[in-house]
């Protein structure tokens, strides 16, 4: 059944449908400014293509770009905090900042075109999505150093849409906002939409039966089995958003309401590539393998080639849509998420999709990791639903082993908690608890 009212609207038809061929020409003009930009401006560059034996001048076609070196997370680290400037400080209008597990959070900094850019971009994102102006859009995601509240705030005004800025949190008050104001759309991470769901059925309120159609949900890996549980509690159409602070912020690449499958990466500001994780290789297009990402258009802070550690493949096959813009399939993980247990490779996406097609158990978990002499356990934490009494949980706990073992290949322990017993996500899920001690 098609419904029309979710046929997306262009933000920038011209370029969203533009021939490949036109985008790659755009792509070599524009690459060839930034990366000019980022060796005359930026010391780590200037330092890191000499290094190479490289200059901009070397950038004559798209395919002299794979002998250009790799930026990573720890180039921004070591460059903290604003070494990576490629403009007067003066001239940076915002800075946004990520925490990371260990050390100094890595900074980065948008002048008024890059915010400009940036807001176009959501604005884009969001109506591919299947936001439409004049849309009333309730933002929870986190307003703050994370870029995901006031990324998805100034692309839904772009879009010509009012919003309601209540960052993560006060969950209740959420709900009360979302039945009085009547969002039609609904930003927040996977996991914070689904603790509204639960919230909402435990205060009596039937979020199916509110006008909120369309989630635009990102952050954080997630799995098509949680894409049909949003779908089915909140009653909408759950869509995937990625991006990362480093390149800009959210809308580097969505989905699209009508073919959900896989994330449109926005090629006129960016250029994708797939890298072999292990050599550096770039991967033929549609292989597995880690994403990098250039920006094409970023002043104040250009990044080059750079390793986000996503696993995921390009498709670059036309969409339905008509948007002719390449697909991020779904992210799997990250390379640094990746639990190797006992030889095998583990992603907690992948727990997630076993976990949740299977009966008895709420859609909340955790992966906990120890070391034991010489070897890494998995437990998996999962929570009983309401309706099951403790005398089922030794059967649910042999079912959840078996069927990780079976779909998986790895071999875990299992303890089934009680309703309300894993920690619910405010922002991005805490899906794995590292308890192995520190070298
Ligand atoms: O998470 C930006 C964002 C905000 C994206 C809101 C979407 C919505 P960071 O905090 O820098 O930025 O984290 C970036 O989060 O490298 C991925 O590992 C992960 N990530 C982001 N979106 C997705 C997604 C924001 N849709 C890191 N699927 C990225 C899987 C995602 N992982």
New binding site residues.
Partial sequence: MTDTTLLTHKHNPEIETMPREQLADLQLEKLQKIVRHAYDNVDHYKQSFADAGITPNDLKTLDDYARFPFAVKDDLRANYPFGMFAVPREQVLRVHA?SGTTGKPTVVGYTKDDVDIWSGLMARSMACAGALPGDMVHNA?GYGL???GL??HYGAEALGCTVTPVSGGFTERQIVLLEDFGARVLCATPSYALNLAEVAEREGVDIRKLPVKIGIF?????SEAMRAQLDERLGIRAV???????IM??GVAAECVEARNG?HGWEDCFLFETIDPETGDVLPMGEVGELVISTLTKWAQPMIRYR???ITRLETAPCECGRTHLRIMR?TG?NDDMLIIRGVNVYPSQVESVLLGEANIEPHYQLVLQREGNMDNLTVEVEASPDVGPSEYDAIAKNVVHVIKSRIGVTCRTIVLGPGEVPRSEGKAVRVRDMRPKN
């Fill in positions: 990520s995601y994370f870029t995901g990324g998805a990102g952050a954080e890996p997630w995937d958003i990625y991006g990362l602070s480093e912020g959210p994330l986000t550690r996503d992210i990250r």
